[in-house]
């Protein structure tokens, strides 16, 4: 298995408030472990809440997960969107403050995923590219109930709208998906910095070319910030099954 991860502030905001976390290597009982979050909140209060998202969950799988994957994130996930809540509660400054987060781990040929929020994860297989995660977005849901179409002007004005957050409330609902992983195949995890500026298609271009994974994840940031880099953009990419596939 491989993996890198890199965040960059982006060409717009003065502070990153994306944060991650990749090891290829144990968590506690989890064979590895690869988040993104996105903070949300003004003034320092996003970035605080991404960091506490993902230090805390990390601290805790290592210190007290048990079962399955799954189990170990769903517990995980919603006691520290309690711990987080309750710190937004305590201080004036936090108030507010959330984030999203997306997981990923990898066990055997099998790839688990938790997500809340827009954050998203992408498997890339056979050429082609597949989000897995759903957004948990307004849009998306408007465009779910055929209320509204995915790339239309009103789409595009209010899809940073989103539903479900880390932190915002004493209870949080996380999805979760399973995903059978073959050689060659490639797993990316990403803030929405990088997926509201570069395309599916120019994604798995990059990352189904030549070179190394640091030098793909470089390449998916310079090209968000080629388009405008309006957010923050954080990238984890990784091969699980350690083999370098051909051409999008």
Do not use: W
Request: glycine share 10%; hydrophobic share 35%; aromatic share 6%.
């Amino acid at each position: 298995m491989e993996a890198y991860a890199l965040t960059d502030i982006g060409q717009v905001r003065s502070m990153n408030q994306d944060y991650i976390y990749s090891s290829p290597e144990r968590v506690g009982s989890l064979p590895n472990l690869f988040l993104v979050a996105d903070g949300m909140g003004g003034h320092q209060a996003g970035d605080y809440a991404s960091r506490f998202a993902v230090e805390n969950l990390v601290i805790y799988l290592n210190r007290e997960g048990k079962g399955s994957p799954v189990m170990q994130l769903k517990t995980g996930i919603g006691i520290v969107n309690g711990q987080l809540y309750e710190e937004s509660l305590l201080r004036e400054e936090l108030k507010g403050m959330g984030c999203t987060l997306v997981a990923g781990v990898v066990e055997d040929n099998l790839l688990y995923v938790a997500n809340v929020g827009d954050s998203r994860l992408y498997l890339i297989h056979n050429r082609t590219i597949r989000q897995i995660t759903k957004d948990h977005s307004y849009v998306e849901e408007m465009v779910a109930m055929g209320q509204m179409r995915r790339g239309s002007a009103d789409y595009n004005s209010r899809k940073n709208i989103i539903t479900r957050a880390m932190g915002i409330g004493r209870d949080v609902e996380p999805d979760f998906f399973e995903v059978d992983l073959e050689e060659g195949d490639y797993i990316l995890l990403c803030s929405d910095g990088l997926s509201n500026m570069v395309d599916d298609e120019s994604m798995c271009r990059i990352i189904t070319g030549e070179g190394s994974l640091k030098e793909k994840a470089s390449r998916l940031i310079q090209e968000a910030n080629r388009q405008g880099g309006i957010d923050n953009i954080a990238v984890v990419l990784v091969n699980p099954l350690g083999r370098e596939d051909g051409l999008c």
